[in-house]
């Protein structure tokens, strides 16, 4: 069950979006990157690494499918920062 949580302040939530990468252990299967369709995956040796352009809210949504799919989380690199958003920048 997917439950969606209402943002009583639009203006409180971060909408600046950055290209993040994640690195989950093990080869993941269509059935379960159907989970992750704003993601792009591919194999990494043993992981399979999604990449994908996220807001805050939209990571935190990937990283809650993850835990709630018992996936093994390995990384998540911040890759590149989308222009225009104040204080951001690449780790």
Same mark, same amino acid.
């Given at each position: #069950?997917?439950?969606?949580?209402?943002?009583? @302040?639009?203006?409180? #939530? @971060?909408?600046?979006?950055?290209?993040?990468?994640? &690195?989950?252990?093990? =080869?993941?299967?269509? $059935?379960?990157?159907?989970?992750?369709?704003? #993601?792009?995956?591919?194999?990494?040796?043993? @992981? $399979?690494?999604?990449t994908?352009?996220? @807001?805050?809210?939209?990571?935190?949504?990937? *990283?809650?499918?993850?835990?709630?799919?018992? *996936?093994?989380?390995?990384?998540?690199?911040l890759?590149?920062? =989308? &222009?225009?958003?104040?204080?951001?920048?690449?780790?």
């Amino acid at each position: #069950m997917r439950v969606r949580l209402t943002v009583l @302040d639009p203006g409180a #939530m @971060d909408q600046c979006s950055a290209l993040y990468a994640i &690195r989950i252990n093990g =080869h993941l299967g269509a $059935t379960v990157l159907c989970a992750f369709p704003e #993601m792009r995956s591919q194999r990494r040796g043993a @992981d $399979t690494v999604l990449t994908g352009l996220l @807001d805050r809210s939209a990571l935190f949504g990937v *990283l809650a499918e993850i835990e709630a799919l018992g *996936l093994g989380l390995v990384e998540v690199r911040l890759l590149e920062s =989308h &222009r225009g958003c104040p204080g951001k920048s690449p780790r």
